[in-house]
């Protein structure tokens, strides 16, 4: 069964510093990931999804992941921090139910100290 | 063009009441999924439809809990006899239908029983 580990609950960062959120999946077929935002009282949005074209996937707002099958690893990253990215983030992979949904990660809200 | 929408965005019941939560998903998207959202744990998927039909139920949480799609189009959620354990944010989400399709979420309804 396809799980999904987000490391960190909570990760503090300085306006203009790098960004580095960890997602480590478990998956018996190759996975279909994605990352979602989630800014305060709103729905998921989403940033970016790997679906094996290309291990660098570049996302939305300046965010990038890069799928690293041998380490199992899909972390977000974005070179310099912004207050506006202060949220909620998301790591999921799909379930490999072939009904398409989603398994998420527990989330790591991101702070952006000025 | 239109996004997800549901409503009521905020529902307040008292526990023991029936509630019905509406989705409208976005034109066109013939996979739609319901999503619960609480503090304890986390995105959980709660049932799949594709066009009017549920082939994945499996996330609904007890027999209180039931979901309709007419039309290809909208949804609704029921959850009979409420219990304070409801209380939670539920998501809708819709997408293309195919696997690796990403999905688009609507902004929740934030459930409180009393």
């Known amino acids: 069964a396809q799980s999904v580990t987000q490391l960190g609950s909570h990760v503090s960062v300085s306006e203009g510093a790098l960004v580095l959120l960890r997602c480590n999946y478990s998956?018996?077929?190759?996975?279909?990931l994605f990352w979602y935002v989630q800014y305060p009282n709103q729905g998921l949005q989403l940033l970016l999804k790997y679906t094996s074209a290309a291990t660098l996937v570049k996302g939305i707002n300046g965010f990038e992941a890069e799928f690293k099958k041998s380490e199992t690893s899909f972390h977000l990253t974005k070179p310099s921090a912004h207050m506006s990215d202060a949220a909620e983030y998301f790591c999921?992979?799909?379930?490999?139910?072939?009904?398409?949904?989603?398994?998420f990660g527990q989330g790591t809200t991101l702070q952006v100290k000025p | 063009g239109a996004g997800v929408s549901q409503s009521p965005s905020n529902k307040v019941t008292e526990k023991g009441k029936d509630v019905e939560l509406r989705c409208d998903p976005i034109s066109g998207h013939t996979a739609l999924y319901w999503y619960r959202q609480s503090l304890g744990q986390g995105l959980e998927f709660l049932i799949y439809f594709q066009g009017n039909s549920a082939p994945d139920k499996s996330g609904l949480p007890s027999d209180r809990f039931s979901a309709e799609r007419t039309g290809g189009s909208v949804s609704t959620l029921t959850i009979q006899r409420t219990q304070q354990e409801d209380s939670a944010v539920y998501l809708c989400a819709s997408s293309f239908g195919t696997q690796n399709q990403p999905q688009h979420f609507g902004d929740g309804t934030r459930l409180s029983i009393l």
């Open positions: 999921a992979v799909i379930d490999s139910s072939n009904t398409g949904k989603l398994i």
């Open positions: 998956s018996s077929v190759p996975p279909y």
